[in-house]
């Protein structure tokens, strides 16, 4: 099974910058996919970006121009850097990994972003 630790969360101020990170560890045969996910409190999760393998992306429209995702895969680490960043950006983020059709998630990771 895949264990994924993220790291890179704190608190910034409205137009900060913030770089998420997310290693994927164990037996790790393939990793397909790779994603980043955030939820607010009374809130759903919902997605924020993700990569496939052969590092095509998408982006949710509220975060498209500003979030940048991308993945090593020699590190099987996946990375989400945050520009321009907004107070409703604020969330627990959370990493999310498919490896042959099993998806791992992360313990999450918060961000809180200052006005």
């Known amino acids: 099974q895949v264990r994924l630790v993220e790291s890179g969360g704190g608190l910034v101020q409205a137009g900060g910058s913030l770089r998420l990170s997310c290693a994927a560890q164990?037996?790790?045969?393939?990793?397909?996919?790779m994603g980043w996910y955030r939820q607010a409190p009374g809130s759903q999760r919902e997605l924020v970006a993700v990569?496939?393998?052969?590092?095509?992306?998408k982006y949710a429209d509220s975060v498209k121009g500003r979030f940048t995702i991308s993945r090593d895969n020699a590190k099987n680490t996946v990375y989400l850097q945050m520009k321009s960043l907004k107070p409703e950006d604020t969330a627990v983020y959370y990493c999310n990994a498919d490896s042959l059709g099993v998806g791992s998630w992360g313990q999450g990771t918060q961000v809180t972003v200052s006005s």
């Open positions: 164990g037996i790790i045969f393939r990793i397909d996919a």
């Open positions: 990569i496939s393998s052969g590092d095509s992306t």
